[in-house]
């Protein structure tokens, strides 16, 4: 690994293609795969909240992505883009499954209505 204050100067030299994760796990290979989620709600009303994204593809194998660390906020025909990291990729997506949390134990759960979501690869973007 390097460290963020000096990659540029140790990557940016080499003359053969060189990848750099920005965004690491704890666990070996160490490298996350990084997906755009852009949804629009279609709630009434405001929702706060965080979206936890799994991935399962035709034989079964399940990605989840951790929970990002801030809130996002979704009004009623507002795309919000979130960011989301997983420690394996999958390449055949069968499902996709959304969680929405507001992340209090105290008073009524709270749906969120999807009205439009599309799942983006960003380490392969023709996907």
Not at 57 to 71: I, K, L, P, R
Request: aromatic share 12%; net charge positive; glycine share 4%.
């Amino acid at each position: 690994g390097y460290h963020a204050d000096r990659w540029k100067k140790l990557l940016i030299p080499h003359s053969s293609p060189t990848k750099a994760y920005f965004d690491t796990s704890d666990q070996d290979p160490f490298c996350m795969y990084n997906y755009l989620l852009d949804i629009t709600t279609w709630n009434k009303s405001i929702r706060r909240g965080f979206i936890k994204v799994k991935i399962i593809d035709d034989a079964g194998n399940t990605v989840e992505s951790q929970m990002n660390s801030e809130a996002s906020t979704f009004q009623q025909y507002k795309r919000v883009k979130i960011l989301t990291g997983f420690h394996r990729d999958i390449e055949k997506m069968a499902k996709i499954s959304l969680t929405f949390s507001t992340k209090t134990f105290i008073g009524p759960k709270k749906k969120l209505r999807i009205l439009q979501m599309k799942l983006k690869s960003l380490n392969n973007p023709k996907r």
